[in-house]
């Protein structure tokens, strides 16, 4: 099946960090790395997607024309997304679209932000009917509260342990290590993570990612024109899948207080199981043909999450895959040889289109001091709150 | 003049046994919590109409975990110094989970996946009307066998 392929004509990056810098300039930075890396000009490309940030002004919300603006308004069509943490998925999608449509020919997707310290806390002023204020008024539930609720059901129904999600933490910062683009490149030993700080029992600070600064950019062209002009290192995007939850949803989900009633019956997938067969599905792959993934690892413990609902185990297996060192770089199936978040910290326009410039890098064997031999099908995961489905699937 | 009162309207009833309010749609009988009107969120369903409905009192813990730092504003925190409470994710006979504080005085060392734990109302914080109240869940071996306290940890 390559009917609704597209191809990835270029990846670039602005590195990770706390550069306290305008959110513009890293996605100019990355929009020029990606359109450098492809051999493209900027005033060659027909439609620019923006994902967009919440917390930068009128210009986040419109960030698909600032951009453009910053770039040098070049005529292009433009658009501009939000789905959270799943912005970057939905900005592709809405490339790949015109571009299948053949009513775009080179699209331009970036995404940048520049965040706050400590806790993501919702904006000032009362929202007596906004879910996102109102668990931090009603019950002080933070972010790091929920990703803790998901740990701890791994260790009373799995047997997990604190020492295993360490273990994520000490995987993920080795992988990163060479990463240039990663914030946090230094070994960390599992006793560092149990000897810091309880956030919210069992997670330790750091098995929680930081909020960082960042920016990446993809450049999309259609398979044809890739091959006209010897684009992009045969590397093609056959699935994004942008779902949302199915009535009811029954696991509950930040930012919300409570779940929708499994008592009328429930569907066959959870929310995050349906992400991944979403996009199987429309790739005409399984699981097993997967040699690589990048997930969102918001908590150590969520990357053994959604390895299970990338079905890439059963359920409860996560943690035996990551103690044999499947999960490891050489080992079975490699996830996060990015780093991850762990190394990233979050920039939440940027990360999912993060998470494909590194399956980019690592389809084409050019992921340096950290590559996946071999690696010739990758996925990418995650979940944006208020129901975005995030998963992306490359291949070569 | 002070007085008690819920942190927030019409989510939860007071009193001797204390009930979270949910809304049930007059047409495919779905309970929501919170109360919610307007339409029916059952995708198969066109109810615009919904009657109140007390939700169980008991339930059984989905999952839990604690605040050990305070949380940011908009939370109003009930004591200085900050002093770090419980959360949990009790599912209830209704087949909703409802997220909640953990009663007063209990730890995560006090819960485990698969408790039952009943509803109670505490003080949230004081502001300058009042107490102001909010439901927690309390772990039901303290309410029927006081006598036998687990002893923290295990
Ligand atoms: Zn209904």
């Known amino acids: 099946m390559t009917g609704n392929d597209v191809a990835i004509a270029g990846v670039g990056m602005h590195p990770w960090g706390k550069w306290g810098r305008n959110f513009v ?5 990355a929009a020029r790395a990606a359109l450098a890396d492809a051999g493209i000009a900027w005033t060659d490309v027909d439609l620019i997607v923006g994902g967009e940030t919440v917390r930068n002004g009128y210009g986040g919300y419109v960030a698909g024309a600032t ?22 998925a939905q900005a592709l999608d809405t490339a790949r679209a015109r571009i299948l449509a053949g009513m775009s020919e080179v699209a331009l997707v970036v995404g940048a932000d520049t965040t706050p310290k400590g806790f993501l806390a919702p904006n000032a002023g009362e929202r007596w009917d906004d879910p996102d204020w109102l668990r931090f008024r009603l019950l ?5 509260a929920y990703f803790a609720l998901y740990a701890r059901r791994r260790m009373d129904l799995y047997g997990a342990t604190q020492a295993d999600f360490a273990q994520v933490k000490v995987k993920n910062a080795k992988h990163g290590l060479a990463n240039p683009n990663a914030r946090y490149r230094k070994e960390v030993a599992a006793e560092d993570v149990l000897n810091s700080a309880i956030v919210a029992d069992p997670l330790h600070l750091l098995d929680i990612c930081a909020t960082s600064d960042g920016a990446a950019a993809v ?21 994004i899948s942008t779902v949302t939850p199915t009535f009811p949803n029954t696991v509950i989900d930040m930012p919300l207080m409570s779940t929708e009633s499994s008592a009328g019956g429930v569907p066959e997938q959870t929310f995050k199981e349906s992400i991944g067969a979403a996009a199987y ?3 005409g792959i399984g699981p097993e043909d997967v040699d690589v993934a990048e997930v969102y690892d918001l908590s150590t413990a969520l990357e053994l999450d959604w390895i299970e609902d990338l079905a890439l185990c059963k359920p409860g297996e996560a943690e035996q895959l990551l103690r044999n060192g499947d999960t490891t770089i050489g080992g079975r199936i490699p996830v996060n040889p990015s780093g991850g978040l762990a190394c990233f910290g979050e920039a939440v326009p940027a990360q999912a289109l993060a998470q494909v410039c590194e399956l980019t890098w690592q389809l084409r064997g050019q992921a340096e001091g950290r590559q996946v031999d071999g690696a010739r099908v990758g996925i990418t995961a995650n979940q944006g709150l208020f129901g975005h489905g995030s998963s992306v699937i490359l291949a070569r | 003049m002070t007085a008690t009162t819920p942190a927030i309207e019409g989510w939860f009833t007071t009193g001797e ?31 615009e109409e919904f009657s109140d409905t007390e939700l169980s009192r008991r339930g059984r813990v989905w999952s839990y975990t604690d605040a050990q730092y305070q949380p940011p504003a908009p939370y109003i925190p009930a004591t200085d110094p900050y002093v770090p409470f419980a959360l949990a994710a009790v599912e209830l006979p209704e087949g909703i989970v409802v997220l909640g504080q953990v009663a007063d005085g209990f730890t995560v060392n006090d819960i485990k996946v ?31 066998e006081p006598a036998e306290m687990p002893g923290g940890a295990s």
């Open chain 1, 25 to 29: 300039s890293y996605g100019v930075v």
């Open chain 1, 67 to 88: 951009f453009a603006q910053a770039l040098g308004w070049n005529g292009a069509r433009v658009a501009t997304s939000y789905a959270a943490c799943a912005t970057g």
């Open chain 1, 140 to 144: 002080g539930m933070t972010n790091p």
């Open chain 1, 219 to 239: 450049i999309l062209c259609s398979t044809a024109y890739a091959e006209k002009h010897g684009l992009g290192g045969g590397v093609r995007i056959k699935a």
């Open chain 1, 281 to 283: 599905e429309e790739a």
């Open chain 2, 17 to 47: 046994a204390p009930a979270l309010i949910g809304s049930r749609c007059t047409t495919c009988s779905t309970v929501f919590f919170p109360r919610t009107e307007g339409f029916c969120r059952n995708p198969t369903c066109d109810g």
């Open chain 2, 114 to 144: 698969g408790d039952e734990m009943e509803l109670v109302v505490e003080t949230l914080f004081v502001d300058e009307t009042g107490e102001r109240t909010i439901w927690r869940w309390k772990p039901t071996t303290w309410i029927t």
